[in-house]
């Protein structure tokens, strides 16, 4: 099977005055059809990047990408226009990705209207069951967005992610803005979709309980590369890499008896602007060794397990 | 996975507890919000009345503005002449009256002038950002570099008295606020997430520019051209004051000030009455300006 | 494993009441009517206690905390109702004075955002000096050395006394709040979502630092999250609050091993958990109520699977489960999870 989504050694650099931003360094990506791929990680990981250089929101500075097999790394506009009706993306604020001076209505055909493929009539059918769709009653079809709460304008964002029938969605924090209760309606939502329409999604996340319920596969990031990447039951049952095991631990768990027993990763993050070689987790990592001052491989610990550290093994005996 | 919980997420059933759907638009929000306001409100009024006196001058007026009456000279205000008269026997009121016209006039193509260029220049520098951004602003602060007042009466100077001369000075010189504007509202709004949500959608440029930026950067600049419509007709009359703009005998407010000068002492009404007609319309448009700025804001949205 | 939470001897029930609110009523004055933010509430911190209030964006538990303090903004807002009782006197009718010097030093707040409390201009030593000399008669050299001890006090190594706040990442910054906060070793710290905005690594050595800390000085801990994982971890007893009130109270075992509430039960099926096989969430319908238009009867019933007709006409007063454990429930009885 052609993954849907494939990337390779993709790179994401930004030019800053104090020098190169690594914001993505060198990932490796497979996405098969109808699976969520999660990418987990803390502020400055590079995922929201990630997600936005995949569907050329961002140029990327190096590396491939191919959708369905073929290759789109450049792409020509018309063919990016063709390319976005597969592929969208749902963002984290529901506050700033809609337009205030739009109505629901307008906000969710804007798609349809742009790509000019649609009549009228297709159009108003459309918006109706999109509104349906995402579980916005009708009454809600002119108002405006700061009329309406957080969850009810992501709902909004979805709805116009949904509009062209993409294949392939983005999704950047789409819940960490919103309440619990907000947080898993909107979950319960996107897993629906996913069932019925057999999307694929890229799901980012920084919350390690949110990614373990809607991802079959999961992706670990730190500092702009891939650290542990496993599908999601494995890599809990299994976890290797030492950041990983401190992230994991670091969760604070809703139960009146179990803790964790915690790993506290001593310092703080260190920056992506020209970033040493070798492996950048190596200022705050209790097993750091001169190894793991040289570039890391990536090698796999198990079937689809990968991770990229030189101690894994003698860490975990394997 | 059952029926059921399928149907859980889809159709919800509101609560009865949710908010009551109140369809205003933002501007009808504005509009609701302004109308608290009591300056504005004053503002809003004074504006009306002189709009309704400048169209109607013909009428209001007793006299002819340019009727000239030798046998009533330097009269102190009656009920003949409810404003009195000028050196030329003419009638105060009646020139106040129609001075509105001119006053209007120049403050609001002044401003149109100058919003107009200000607007395009502003729009370039803060949509395409980077190096056309740079030069554009440092020829800006070069520009503004220069004492405004002065510049304005050097450059009514080279054009030459006359009303619609003066316009283009004031308008000329006031640009540089506008364009600094609308260029920091420009570049606040293509930051937002929802202006890359359009481009995720397919948008181009010109779309988004005109759907999606100017909407949502244009809030500003309204409270900005109501409070600098005062400031120009405030310019302009200062113009004519010292003899550029309006020639005589047009009736405008700053010409009648500056030829009622030398009279002050004996005929104080000749000063009076020109300058608080100034003073008025100028308010009149900063309360007016004022209660925009405060309604339009969004901090003060609960 | 699985340590008892509470190490202390006694349970903290028993302990000696610190503050203790009485039937609290906060309301906003807006364009268009009135919020109603704070229901009737009651509550009782005591000495050495880690009390989480918990609940959702609009619940009121900001509104509860900011009036103990008396930190409201008044107008619009305005405290209708209610006494809230330190060392014996009702806070709320003491003079401006008498709270200034209850603030900082007795009861001292920190928030989700450290750059609501820390001063860009301002080293962050002198603004810990600063906070020590306004409440203890002390000479600037001296408020100088206590600074410098609570830097190292929250992980923050002593040449840093001479650092503006922007040379601190985030979780740093907070930790300097909390020096500020704790620097005149107050009995009472209310913490307001202090770990929300970081990372959940930083959170986890945060957290851990303020438990240390807490333990060091006894001092109670009103910490106000919507995070439960961060309830269980760090405090002693929970009181659930939902549209102005509080709906459930005990300690941490009693809620987390068998919560009463249908709006309790719902938090705990809306989390994803790292533990749980669930395929599906079990969210809660529906959403808060609009607080300038409560429903009649209970609050919570147009959204409860439980509710019945007499849920929506009357109110529901506090049912005692067992124990210390309370739920204002008609149903308090059955068990549900």
């Known amino acids: 099977m052609t993954p849907i989504l494939e990337t390779k050694n993709l790179k994401k650099y930004f030019k800053t005055k104090k020098g190169m931003l690594h914001a993505v360094d060198g990932i490796d990506l497979s996405i098969q059809r109808g699976r969520t791929l999660g990418v987990v990680g803390e502020s400055g990981c590079g995922k929201s990047t990630l997600g936005r250089t995949i569907l050329h929101l961002l140029e990327p500075t190096e590396g491939s990408m191919r959708f369905n097999g073929k290759d789109i790394t450049k792409v020509s506009p018309k063919e990016l226009a063709q390319l976005r009706e597969h592929m969208q993306i749902i963002f984290q604020d529901p506050f700033s990705s809609l337009n205030p001076r739009m109505t629901v209505s307008e906000i969710l055909v804007e798609p349809l209207i742009i790509s000019g493929k649609f009549t009228r009539e297709e159009i108003e059918k459309k918006r109706v069951e999109l509104l349906d769709t995402v579980g916005l009653p009708k009454r809600y079809a002119n108002s405006y967005p700061h009329e309406l709460d957080g969850g009810r304008r992501q709902r909004i964002g979805i709805g116009r992610a949904l509009a062209l029938e993409p294949d392939f969605i983005v999704c950047d924090e789409p819940v960490s803005a919103l309440d619990v209760s907000i947080q898993a309606q909107i979950l319960n939502l996107l897993q629906d979709l996913q069932e019925q329409r057999g999307l694929t999604y890229v799901f980012i996340t920084h919350d390690l309980s949110v990614v373990k319920h809607i991802s079959h596969d999961i992706m670990v990031m730190y500092l702009g590369q891939m650290v542990e990447q496993a599908p999601s039951e494995e890599l809990f049952a299994h976890t290797y890499h030492p950041y990983t095991k401190a992230l994991l631990s670091a969760i604070p768990v809703p139960n009146a008896h179990k803790r964790m027993q915690r790993i506290l990763l001593k310092g703080e993050i260190t920056s992506p602007v020209n970033p040493a070689p070798g492996c950048r987790f190596y200022s705050r990592c209790p097993y750091a060794c001169e190894e793991c001052k040289n570039p890391q491989r990536i090698e796999q610990v198990a079937p689809g397990h990968f991770i990229s550290c030189c101690q894994a093994r003698k860490i975990n005996n394997l | ?302 | 494993m699985s340590d008892t939470i509470n190490e202390t001897i006694t349970p903290v029930s028993q302990r000696e009441s610190l503050v203790e609110i009485k039937d609290l009523w906060v309301e906003y004055r807006i364009d268009g009517g009135v919020v109603h933010a704070v229901n009737g509430v009651s509550l009782k911190i005591h000495k050495g206690e880690s009390l989480g209030l918990v609940g959702e964006t609009g619940a009121g538990k900001t509104s509860i905390a900011k009036s103990i303090l008396r930190v409201l903004p008044d107008p619009p807002s305005r405290i209708a109702g209610g006494e809230i009782y330190m060392d014996g006197e009702n806070m709320l009718k003491l003079p401006e004075h008498s709270m200034r010097k209850i603030r900082g030093k007795k009861i001292s707040m920190i928030f989700q955002d450290p750059m609501t409390a820390l001063n860009p201009t301002k080293t962050v030593g002198a603004q810990i000096a600063e906070a020590i000399i306004l409440h203890e008669k002390m000479s600037k050299a001296e408020a100088a050395i206590r600074a410098t001890e609570m830097l190292e006090t929250v992980g923050i190594t002593k040449e840093r006394y001479t650092d503006y706040p922007h040379q601190f990442s985030g979780g740093m910054k907070q930790r300097v709040v909390i020096a500020m906060a704790m620097a005149c070793r107050p009995e009472l710290l209310l913490a307001d979502e202090p770990t929300t905005a970081l990372d959940v690594t930083v959170q986890a050595q945060i957290l851990d630092m303020m438990t240390n800390l807490k333990k060091e000085t006894g001092t109670s801990v009103l910490m106000i999250t919507h995070d439960l994982g961060i309830v269980a971890e760090t405090c002693d007893s929970v009181a659930v609050v939902y549209a102005g009130e509080i709906v459930e109270y005990g300690s941490m075992t009693e809620i987390f091993d068998d919560p009463r509430h249908p709006y309790t039960v719902g938090l705990f099926g809306s989390l994803p958990s790292i533990d749980s096989k669930e395929l599906r969430l079990k969210p809660i319908q529906g959403m808060m109520p609009d607080p300038m238009n409560l429903p009649s009867g209970c609050k919570f019933s147009p959204r409860c699977p439980y509710a019945d007709e007499n849920c929506k006409c009357a109110v529901p007063s506090d049912v005692t489960v067992g124990g210390t454990h309370i739920a204002k429930c008609f149903k308090a009885g059955e068990k549900k999870a």
């Open chain 2, 1 to 302: 996975m059952s029926r059921e919980n399928k149907n859980a997420t889809l159709n919800f059933q509101e609560t009865s507890g949710d908010v009551e759907l109140k369809r205003t638009s933002q501007f009808k929000e504005t509009m609701k919000r302004l109308f608290k306001n009591k300056g504005a409100i004053v503002g809003l009024v004074v504006i009306v009345l002189m709009i309704i006196m400048l169209i109607f001058a013909e009428q209001i007026a007793p006299y002819d503005y340019s009727a000239q009456d030798y046998t009533a000279i330097y009269q102190k205000p009656s009920a003949q002449h409810l404003m009195g008269t000028d050196e030329l026997g003419r009638d105060v009121f009646s020139r106040i009256i129609v001075g509105s016209r001119l006053s209007m006039r120049m403050g609001l193509c002044s401003v149109a002038i100058a919003a107009t260029i200000g607007i395009i220049f502003g729009s370039i520098a803060g949509y395409y950002g980077g190096a056309v951004d740079n030069v554009l602003m440092r020829f800006l602060d070069i520009y503004q570099s220069i004492p405004g007042t002065i510049f304005c009466v050097a450059l009514a100077a080279v054009l030459g008295p006359g009303l619609n001369n003066a316009i283009i000075a004031v308008g000329v010189t006031s640009m540089s606020g506008y364009a600094r504007m609308i260029r920091a509202s420009i570049m606040q709004v293509r930051s937002m997430e929802y202006i890359e949500a359009a481009r995720s959608i397919n948008a181009k440029d010109g779309r988004i520019l005109l759907r999606h930026i100017i909407p949502n950067a244009i809030s500003p600049l309204i409270v900005y051209i109501t409070m600098s419509i005062g400031g120009c007709i405030l310019l302009a009359a200062s113009l004519s004051f010292i003899g550029l703009g309006a020639q005589p005998p047009l009736p405008e407010w700053g010409a009648m000030l500056s030829a009622g000068r030398s009279k002050m002492r004996d005929c104080g009404y000749l000063v009076i009455f020109p300058g608080m007609a100034i003073m008025i319309s100028v308010l009149a448009f900063n309360l007016l300006g004022d209660g925009l700025r405060d309604a339009l804001d969004p901090r003060l949205r609960n």
